[in-house]
């Protein structure tokens, strides 16, 4: 269901009925790596030859979880940043924690705990589905490939080709994790030295953060935001004082439900828009990183450009997602290997 542009009067209702959940003088810096990660060539046409209807497969699974559980889009999506950004995109975010083992996996760290159950799911139907038809053929780095590019064009977003090859990695370790990714109080110099060390730009950050236009926040990743902003005692001033009441009522500043979350996109929560940038221009990004690219000045005349422009986001995600797509790819057996199962390492 898609939701239309709601006033702000409108906040108590949408954000309550959300929260019934199982979730300046910047220093410059390079945006551009001077050597960024290998990648391995891609084909858009990979397994046209080995499994042919692989997307169809994948399609009809992406399709049937939408309508079941459309938090699998977001969670999806979500997932494949994950991936990619630690240790390149080799679906070792989808591996289990070996029973007894000291070594804990991707999936087991604080970063991914609270990730939906529905994006696993989404991925191993998925596989279960190619498996039966294209065994020992496919990896679940590009089922999870595919599946994050179906989920963006269900909700309303682009649809793009997925170039396809990469295999599954053989390391999993939580310790990777935290490093790799940002995090919800990051700074934009933190989140570009992050970006382009994963050879991504400037523009790549602010078209890749228009993921936001969808899902869901649990409250520990904004609450120091409404109470205690860069230890203040106050709240950040950047927060839309009415959205800033309603967030409180939800999120009190201790002893609150930890399942309780917002919609990053209180406009339109369920389309894949780019309402996400004319929120931040309005004060109504929930993340303090969300709120930086407006108030950065490298990143606000993009944000404001991608808030005109819905085709001009939409290619410009497009254009991210296929660039973080390739980063670190894995190929052939001495890297990598084609997981049966996207839990289990072979």
Known sequence: MLVPSLSLSLYPTLLLIFFIASSTNPTSISTTP??????HPLKIDFYSKSCSQLEQLVGSVTLQQFRDAPISAPATIRL????CFVNGCDGSILVSTKPGSSVLAEKDAPDNKNMAE???DSINKAKALVESKCPGVVSCADILAIAARDFVHLAGGPYYQVKK???????S???????????ANSTVDELLKLFASKGLSLQDLVALSGAHTIGFSHCQHFVNRLYDHRGTKQ??????AKLLKVLKMSCPQSGGNNDIVAPFDVVTPFAFDNAYYRNVEAKM???ATDQALFSDPRTRPIVEALGKDKQGFFHAFSEAMEKMGSIEVKRGRKHGEKRKYC???E
């Not at 494949?80 to 991936?83: E, G, I, L, S, Y």
């Not at 370790?173 to 995090?183: A, E, G, L, M, R």
């Open 235 to 240: 709240p950040d001033p950047s927060i839309d």
């Open 343 to 345: 839990s289990l390492h």
């Open 118 to 120: 529905q994006a696993y």
């Open 285 to 287: 990004g929930l993340l």
């Open 173 to 183: 370790k939580t310790s990777n994790v935290n490093s790799n990714i940002p995090h």
């Open 165 to 171: 090859g990469r295999w599954d990695g053989k390391v």
């Open 80 to 83: 494949f940043f994950h991936d």
């Open 34 to 39: 001077p050597h960024p990660p290998p990648r």
